[in-house]
């Protein structure tokens, strides 16, 4: 299984920019996507095929990254932002997700 | 308006096995595929399997001696069983819709808390 590696946390203040990074044990080209998860809700999409902002979504938030680098990044963040970030791959069965990102708030 | 929503008991015993309904509305059983995907408390989630708009099944290669899912497009519905439970079996349930190909899931259903214990 290709495995997805994310820092457990990051703390930030509002207005800063923030980037969470998430790490493919192989190449995932660039089938990778974000979501967000506020505590006690489900995810939500927030980007696609690396780079794609889901509408409806800010465009505080952008995506990068192929082959086995991604990064999310928030600029600016704000307070609401707060949550867990998931990276998702669907180069190769079975889909995997990283462990996420709790992105705190100073 | 797409919705998803699961139905299902909260406790099930070791052993037995896990029976879940998602119903859904907003879109057709018949042009999206709609995937099951668990997640223990405070980890990341896991996909578990998908129905296919055409019927046809996959699941993950963890699961699939354990996992069935089925539909029934008449109720927009779509079931997930899974047999022989153990407690690490328990979490939150989601069922999502899978948008074309590209295998990720752009609405999720609020979840279905799932307790293994006896």
Redesign the interface.
């Known amino acids: 299984d290709t495995v997805l590696t994310q820092s457990p946390a990051l703390a930030v203040s509002p207005g800063e920019k923030v980037t969470i990074s998430c790490r493919a044990s192989e190449s995932v080209s660039t089938l990778m996507h974000w979501y967000q998860q506020k505590p006690g809700q489900q995810p939500t999409l927030l980007i696609y095929l690396a780079s794609n902002l889901e509408s409806g979504v800010p465009a505080r938030f952008s995506g990068s990254g192929s082959g086995t680098d991604f990064t999310l990044t928030l600029d600016p963040v704000e307070a609401d932002d707060t949550a867990t970030y998931y990276c998702q791959q669907s180069w190769s069965d079975p889909w995997t997700f990283g462990g996420g990102t709790k992105l705190e708030l100073k | 308006q797409v919705q998803l929503k699961e139905s299902g008991p909260g406790l099930v015993q070791p052993s037995e096995t896990l029976s879940l309904t998602c119903t859904v509305s907003g879109f057709s059983l018949s042009s999206y595929s709609v995937s099951w995907v668990r997640q223990p408390s405070g ?5 578990m399997g998908r129905m296919w708009y055409d019927g046809d099944t ?1 699941y ?3 699961l699939k001696s354990r996992l069935s899912i089925s539909r029934d497009t008449s109720k927009n519905q779509v079931f997930l069983k899974m047999n022989s439970l153990q407690t690490d079996d328990t979490g939150t349930y ?1 069922c999502t819709r899978d ?1 074309g190909n ?10 279905v808390m799932v307790t293994v214990s006896s």
């Open positions: 980890k990341g989630p896991e996909w996959a993950n290669s963890a989601y948008r590209n295998y990720y899931f752009d609405y999720w259903g609020q979840g």
